[in-house]
């Protein structure tokens, strides 16, 4: 992977982070902008094959006005080798 791509994906899953005092509305806005900016650097192209979607499918979904499902982001997650998990905050 080039390191342009890994410095974006680092930058923009930092700003995630950042982003979780906000509403969860902006958050999941967020989110889904910086899975975009990740899935755009690695190339739509080469990961629409591992998620069973098109790549205009996804360049739609992760667009500015985009609103990808929790399936399409578990399979674009999938395919850049995210893992979701969640824990109880104590």
């Known amino acids: ?3 342009l791509s890994v410095f974006c994906a680092a930058f923009e ?3 995630i982070a950042r982003c979780h005092a ?4 902006e958050y999941r806005l967020a ?3 910086a899975l975009g900016v990740v899935a755009r650097a690695r ?5 629409a094959p ?3 979607l098109s ?3 996804l360049y739609r979904s992760f667009s500015e ?3 990808p499902t929790l399936k399409t982001t578990i399979a674009v997650m999938k395919a850049l080798g995210i893992e979701l998990s969640a824990k109880v905050c104590a």
Do not use: C, F
């Open 43 to 47: 190339g739509m192209s080469q990961i």
């Open 55 to 57: 790549r205009e499918q």
């Open 50 to 52: 591992q998620t069973g």
């Open 13 to 15: 899953l930092r700003n």
């Open 1 to 3: 992977m080039p390191v």
């Open 22 to 25: 906000e509403p969860a509305r």
């Open 31 to 33: 989110h889904a902008h």
């Open 65 to 67: 006005n985009g609103n």
